[in-house]
């Protein structure tokens, strides 16, 4: 079966549809970049003098998520790790006005729920943020209310496959009927441990690269593709 055949298939069996949110659907940060608000996670630390609790390569990872992630390791249910939270929230809530649509979401999303299928985010973004942006999108109705998002409890972000069986429960759906989208490696390996099957998102070859060195088997580098498979008459 060519390559083609492969991702035909798996986006024709997908009935449930669980989108990563920062990626697939938007670029959160195209308006105040994530790295920005990385090094502002690390000097919040240092300026409560915990700046030693992380490592060099924590220090300077781009992921906002690195030095909260580490923390909750650390410190799980502290009020140092709740306040951190609620700081990052904060950050993503201010974000939704800036966030650049990723191109051809709008319409995949809507041609999608058209067709009968049905969708969720599983993101380690605040699902309240994911919910201010679809409304902002008027893509609600396609995802409410499956909007399933980070808690205080920093050890279910993925790659726990946490959001996503809280989505498969929340739906009544079989792993084997959902496909995951996802742009992260910590997505790849939550679809893999919730036997959910998944195909990777890569605006760029770095992200691709990362994608597949994780495990990755289908890797897209626009949603097009997809949109034209849902778009095109099945064969009978």
């Not at 799980?76 to 993503?92: A, C, F, N, W, Y």
């Amino acid at each position: 079966m060519s390559t083609a055949e492969q991702l035909t298939e798996l986006v024709r069996g997908a009935r449930h549809v669980l989108f990563d949110f920062d990626g697939p659907i938007c670029r959160l940060f195209a308006g105040r970049p994530a790295p920005v608000i990385a090094r502002e996670q690390v000097h919040w630390l240092d300026g409560q003098g915990l700046g030693g609790a992380l490592t060099p390569a924590e220090r300077v990872d781009e992921d906002p998520h690195s030095a909260l992630r580490s923390l909750g390791r650390q410190r799980p249910d502290s009020d140092l790790v709740i306040e951190m939270e609620k700081r990052l929230t904060g950050q993503e809530l201010r974000a939704v006005g800036s966030a650049w649509p990723t191109a051809h979401a709008d319409p995949l999303i809507r041609t999608w729920t058209a067709v009968g299928a049905r969708l969720a985010i599983t993101t380690n973004n605040s699902a309240e943020a994911a919910r201010r942006y679809i409304e902002g999108r008027g893509l609600a109705s396609c995802f409410e209310p499956h909007i399933y998002g980070r808690t205080q409890n920093l050890g279910l972000l993925k790659p726990d496959p946490y959001c996503l069986n809280r989505a498969l429960q929340a739906m009544g759906a079989a792993p084997a009927t959902a496909l995951m989208i996802g742009d992260a490696p910590t997505d790849y390996l939550a679809a893999r441990a919730a036997n959910v099957p998944f195909l990777g998102y890569a605006r760029n070859e770095r992200k691709a690269g990362l994608l597949r060195d994780a495990g990755a088997h289908h890797v897209v580098g626009s949603l097009e593709p997809i949109l034209a498979i849902l778009r095109t008459p099945a064969r009978s």
